[in-house]
């Protein structure tokens, strides 16, 4: 590795870890007592939960994922010390997200400078995506700061290093294998594209087994599958978590469909194409020059291994995956936006003033939703969706406390297990798959097997949404994303046979409480009888 990388550390590691973890928790503070939310209720929190009270490593009140428990792990541990308490879990998040952008600020310091680093650093902070994603109990985050810290020691060529960070980033979640994976094609591949008058295009060339160091990472996440399947009989999960994201996924139009948002989420999604169009117009213009010549780049095989892990993602992530979440790109959106402040502070005078542009774009995105459908937790709608949800079950607790309550997941989750911070006692649940009109429908054919009603947004619905009178599209969605309309709260009253007697709405979401014609005319009856007594 050139000498022209390694720079003086201008700042203490554990300082800066200090500084950069304060900086997250003022800005998270208002979002640190909500309650849990999504796949957080509807997983994780669980397996980490059942991890404090049984030790079991695979949950067995909830069907496993086969994910690696360390990240479950860490969180147990934070609570065995402090309490099981949802402050205590983002802020354990938060430590998490600290270490995250410490890497992010380090591996671009090494391959650019403490400019770049300081910018980028700022920028992925506050991307809405990653701001969201730094106090939820997920594993993304994790598996992101791990590789970052293992690109970093990758770049500077010590390779026992970047086996160990690549190794914790495949046990912090399984599909952090595809960056030693890709850096491993990638060195395999590059002597045969370069040329010999040409910069070399490989970052490191070797002619010995050390780049088999970059399958170390297969062994602990190999004994943790095995492991996995002794004591459930599935290697990748329970049946029904393989075949909704791997068996379900693989339709070349679907997969077509999927890499074309997985690239709009590297390099577009949430206001990030503002960058990415920065970037582009930036290439366009020379290079700064200052007394000592032009100002360097990032060195053209740095960013060709970028490019390379950024590409496996891509394609990977458009392959598996039956939800086509932004948070599974978190360990390539930083690199991208590495390489574009990095452009920018080679070529533009005002680069400050662009990356402050960008990052008040990002600002807005947090709390402004896109003209385009996407889901709740990657911006502040989360929070809006908590609320709505904590709202409308207290008052179904408060209102119908023996009530038999239909609903959709995770509102089914949230009525029945008190210890996500929703309902202080469990409530008896009937569960459908959502709240389109056959499910309803479907429900209002056993309507005797409940008494109320709790319906919600599932899913954001923009205004004016994009396509929305391309009927191919519309198929597409449905057949492969798993799309359908929640009925309105009126016209699901109809259906149900019943009427509204709570509803909210938040900037585009909305809960509601429909009450179904038997309980009310039980209570009309109690009311009569009250009254002849009198």
């Known amino acids: 590795m050139s000498r022209d990388y390694l720079q003086p550390r201008r700042f203490h590691p554990a300082l800066l870890f200090v500084f950069i973890f304060f900086v997250l928790f003022v800005l998270h503070a208002p979002l640190l007592q909500l309650p849990y939310f999504w796949d957080e209720a509807g997983y994780y929190v669980p397996a980490a939960r059942e991890l404090l009270l049984t030790g079991s490593l695979i949950p067995r009140s909830t069907p496993s994922n086969a994910h690696p428990p360390p990240v479950m792990a860490f969180l147990a541990a934070c609570w065995k010390l402090a309490g099981f308490a949802t402050i205590v879990t983002r802020t354990a998040m938060l430590t998490i997200a600290a270490f995250c952008l410490l890497g992010i600020f380090r591996l671009a310091e090494r391959i650019s400078n403490t400019q770049v680093a300081l910018a980028a650093t700022i920028c992925t902070a506050l991307y809405p ?25 990758y770049i500077e060529g010590q390779r026992a290093q970047t086996a160990f960070w690549f190794s914790l980033a495949a046990l912090a979640k399984e599909t952090a294998i595809l960056t030693p994976f890709a850096l491993l094609a990638w060195e395999v591949l590059c002597p045969w594209l370069r040329s010999k008058d040409a910069e070399s295009l490989c970052l490191h060339v070797r002619r010995n087994w050390s780049s088999a160091l ?25 049946p029904e978590f393989f075949r909704y994201n791997v068996e379900a996924t693989l339709h070349p139009l679907r997969i077509f469909l999927a890499l074309v948002l997985r690239f709009w989420q590297a390099v577009g999604y949430l206001n990030l194409y503002l960058l990415t169009l920065a970037g582009l117009l930036a290439l366009r213009r020379p290079a700064l020059r200052s007394e000592n010549g032009e100002r360097p780049k990032i060195a053209a095989n740095v960013q060709l291994a970028f490019l390379a892990v950024i590409f496996a993602y891509v394609v990977a992530m458009a392959v598996v995956g039956g939800a086509v979440l932004a948070r599974y790109m978190l360990p390539v959106v930083p690199l991208v936006i590495i390489i ?3 452009t920018l502070w080679r070529r533009v005078r005002l680069w400050w003033a ?6 008040l774009a990002f600002v807005i995105g947090l709390f402004v939703n896109p003209p385009y459908g996407f889901s709740f937790e990657d911006n502040l709608a989360y929070s809006d969706c908590i609320l709505l949800h904590q709202r409308a079950e207290q008052f179904v607790e408060a209102r119908y406390p023996m009530a038999r309550v239909l609903t959709a997941w995770p509102a089914s989750d949230e009525l029945t297990h008190p210890y996500l911070g929703y309902v202080t006692r469990p409530m008896r649940v009937l569960r459908i798959e959502d709240f389109s ?5 479907v429900a209002a054919e056993a309507r005797s097997a409940f008494d109320v009603a709790l319906l919600f947004s599932t899913k954001y619905e923009p205004p004016h949404p994009w396509f929305e009178h391309w009927r191919a599209w519309q198929s597409w969605k449905m057949r492969f994303f798993g799309y359908h309309r929640d009925v309105p709260p009126a016209a699901a009253a109809e259906i149900l046979g019943g009427k509204v007697v709570y509803s909210e709405t938040r900037d585009g979401q909305w809960a509601a409480v429909v009450e179904l014609e038997q309980i009310m005319e039980a209570q009309a009856g109690v009311s009569n009888h009250y009254f002849s007594i009198r």
Do not use: K
Not at 220 to 238: M, Q, R
Not at 437 to 441: D, I, K, P, T
């Open 354 to 359: 662009v990356v402050a542009m960008v990052v």
């Open 214 to 238: 970059l399958l170390v990472p297969v062994l602990p996440l190999g004994i943790w599958y095995g492991y996995h399947y002794a004591c459930t009989g599935f290697v990748f999960g329970n």
């Open 340 to 342: 574009w402040v990095s």
């Open 129 to 153: 995506v990653f701001f969201v994603q730094s106090s939820l109990a997920h594993l993304d985050m994790a598996a992101a700061g791990l590789t970052f810290w293992g690109l970093r020691s």
């Open 437 to 441: 009109a056959e499910q309803l429908l």
